[in-house]
């Protein structure tokens, strides 16, 4: 038995007598003193010993064991999961033709995805404009070979598996947002394959910059369960920036490639790897399979799934807007402070509509009945009433998660999720919030927005009028 | 039930040790009970494949035309 040498071994170095400490539970009566090494070994050694004593009890041991061992060696590779929501969503909506949905083409989606972007083990980001490509700059594969993967660390201590070690729980490995604990959360985790990002400095309809991404991962999101990240360092932190970025490309590619799927001729393939797998087989004839019809047919095709690509990719890399001088007054908290909170208290009821949906009272009571896109994305799409548990029943079987109106903030917690600088008010009022009912404010004027911003940061504080 | 203090004490040798039927039936539930929640926590699997010989070709497809 391995213990028992083992426990052996350690009595032998420690140079004690191996005659004293007899290995059965039935044996003779030990010695030692209570205090001494001796006991030690021994009381270590009768712990394990009888806990495994019973002869039954090892051979149930090792059944579960190998039970165990099979569990856990056989397990199918982690795959990402096909947009199920986006696919029912398709079907229901009438210019979807449901002979166009169905299995085998649903399997051109998932191997031309593949093709491109790869699985969770082992992705992919295509460079195919040789070494000028901009996708080098948007995304390393170096980054995703350490972000994505199984979790492990090699004896450097490089840590590699970093996406679902710190972020499938909750984004899930697709990065749908519905991992184990997602039902769980509220608000629901971000689901990246929407291409959308709540708290960023680029405009509404831009992809975030790596600076608002990695500003998130290191804050977190104060007043959702998102935590921090600070305590990895600075390449894991950009490994799961470029990780990000791939999941929300992968995703919009997607969502993209679901889309022409639904409004294909019934004859028609996404992409025609029949044909492709007929032209290996019997080449070099070229009459076999079609011809140069469908080869021309099959090379439209691959063109246009590689500009879908190019499309996801070139929407990245957008620069934030800018943020005019933060103005001495701000901090200053003099008179003129509080003249630019009473324009923002009539702004914020007035021109610029707040009250709408903050309330009048800045308590996020204004409305309740708002969506956000994620959830308008089925619902609208399906043209569902999102209250109809009934009617939403297939697409939660498909993976949505149960409708949740969104609530507007409640300016009075000073609970800010996009941070709580000067320059982070300024942008959430100026540029909105993507995928909710928070507009941008192309109608206000710079002190506008400074004057918005003295008021919400005067709000818990403000005095009884 | 096991008397662990006693278990423990290796001056008090003339015990039978062994653990009870109903020990060694807890820590088997347990063990079993360890083995299913690791089965059930696994990673979510696709509801479509991918097809190997498919992008395999698709990839060589890709990747060996110009593109501009």
Redesign the interface.
Known sequence: MGMRRRIQAALRREGLPLER??FS????????G?NSGE?RY??CY??V???L??R??RV??SI?CL??LF??GC??P?????N?VELLKLQYQQQAKQEALD?ER??DV???????FG??DHP?F?Y??GDSDPARDLVQLENLNKAAGAVSSNRSGEHRGLYREHC?QCH???GNG?G?TSGFLNPYPRDFRLGKFKYKSTKLGQRPTDDDLWRVIVNGIPGTAMPSFRTLNESEIVALIDYVKYLTIRGRVEYKLLAELAVLAPDERL?D?DW??VQ?EFQPDPEVGGGDARRDSYDDQ?AA??ETY?DEVNLWSRPPTKVPEIPDWLSQRDSVFRDRVNEGRVLFSGKANCAMCHGFTGLGDGQTENYDDWTNQWVKGANLDPRDAQACAPFLDAGAFPPRAIRPRNLRLRVYRGGDRYVDLYRRIANGIEGTGMPDSTALSEQEIWSLVAYVLNLPYEEAQ | MLDRSRCLNPADSTLDLAPSPSVRLRVAAILLGCLIGAGCTGQPTATTQPDPANVDLLIKDIENRPWE
């Not at chain 1, 998932?110 to 491109?116: F, I, Q, R, S």
């Open positions: 400490f007899p539970c039935s044996g003779t009566r030990q010695s030692s209570r006991f021994v009381r009768r712990f010993e009888c806990a004593v019973g039954s009890m149930l041991a579960l039970v165990l569990a856990t397990s199918d982690a795959q990402f999961r096909l199920e299995a649903a399997q998932v191997d031309a995805l593949t093709a491109l699985t969770p992919r295509p195919l404009l499938a899930g490995i697709t519905s184990p992409i790897l492709r797998r290996t691959l799934l590689v190019f």
